[in-house]
């Protein structure tokens, strides 16, 4: 009740190549913001972060399934579309959860149990993956060093957040971050794991379609 996913789906989707924004590509029977708003639906309040010049079109596909759900459209950046959803939420929401439309298959229980943890903990929380490749650190072609990759993690969304912290730490952002997470951060929030999906995968180039077509059809059977 007193939880809000912001799904941000309002990017021009660039690498992807679809010729439509990424939100409105199809995998499986759906577009990807179809399948991001079904998988996030009963989590809490949803906000839709759309391309401005498809505000209907992105209407029209999550009203069907959530009737309450507010579209607004969105910046030239990640960190504005983000700007622009928390801008639209209602007083009473207490914990915002701020998801990417092309982590499309993500499993809603990795949504309920980053509200739990932020609803438990109070600070913010991102789902991360171990990493399994071997990261070197490199200047050019020069390999300095080997990291060590127990102390690495690969994030995903949703990264949930109290609402007022997170407020004033967009309110007082003179930086672009690389994640909500980082933006918390940077104003003084503590920000803990929980563990990741691999479902989760964020969908970005036309193999990453392509999997995400696999997956789907192995979750039906
Ligand atoms: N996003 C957004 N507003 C932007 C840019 C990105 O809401 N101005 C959203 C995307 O819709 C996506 C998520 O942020 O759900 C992650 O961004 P990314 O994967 O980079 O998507 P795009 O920016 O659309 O893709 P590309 O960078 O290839 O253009
Ligand atoms: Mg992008």
């Known amino acids: 009740p007193h939880v809000a996913v912001l799904i941000v789906a309002a990017g021009s989707g660039t690498r992807l190549g679809a010729g439509v924004p990424k939100a409105f590509a199809r995998f499986a029977g759906a577009t990807v913001l179809e399948h991001a708003v079904r998988g996030a639906f009963g989590v809490g309040r949803l906000v839709v972060v759309a391309p401005p010049e498809s505000i209907d079109e992105a209407r029209a596909i999550v009203e069907p399934i959530d009737p309450e759900a507010v579209v607004v459209g969105g910046g030239a950046s990640r960190q ?115 563990e990741g999906s691999p479902l989760a995968f964020k969908i970005t180039t036309a193999a990453d379609l392509a999997r995400a077509e696999q997956e789907a059809g192995d979750a039906v059977g």
Not at 143 to 155: F, W
């Open 80 to 194: 504005a579309s983000v700007a622009a959803g928390l801008a639209v939420l209602e007083p009473g929401i207490r914990i915002v959860l701020v998801h990417d439309a092309a982590r499309a298959l993500t499993p809603r229980q990795q949504l309920e149990a980053v509200a739990s943890a932020v609803a438990e903990t109070g600070a913010g929380v991102i789902p991360a993956l171990p990493v399994s490749d071997t990261i070197k650190l490199v200047d050019g072609q020069t390999v300095l060093d080997t990291v060590d990759r127990s102390r690495l993690a690969a994030v995903q969304t949703p990264q949930g957040f109290p609402r007022e912290p997170l407020d004033r730490a967009y309110a007082g952002a003179t930086a672009e971050y690389t994640d909500d997470a980082a933006l918390f951060a940077a104003a003084g929030g503590i920000v803990v794991t929980v």
